[in-house]
């Protein structure tokens, strides 16, 4: 049963297009949430330099 899916999987490209549709959700999502997604990377940076710092004394 296994080899069967798995033969199966290859013959229609499953994976490579589940890829391929997941990838475009994410890439929508992104573009949809940049603002959001901007400051959270801002206080990320933020929150290494703090812990840089701290390492550092």
């Known amino acids: 049963m296994a ?3 798995v033969n199966c999987k ?3 490209r499953l ?3 589940w890829v391929s ?3 475009a959700i ?5 573009q949809k949430n940049r603002a959001v997604l901007g400051k959270l990377e801002d206080a990320q940076r933020q ?3 703090f ?5 550092r004394d």
């Open 15 to 17: 994976v490579a297009r």
């Open 51 to 55: 812990a840089r710092q701290v390492l």
């Open 21 to 23: 549709a997941e990838a």
């Open 3 to 5: 080899v069967a899916d």
């Open 26 to 30: 994410q890439r929508d999502l992104i």
């Open 10 to 12: 290859v013959r229609t």
């Open 47 to 49: 929150e290494l330099g």
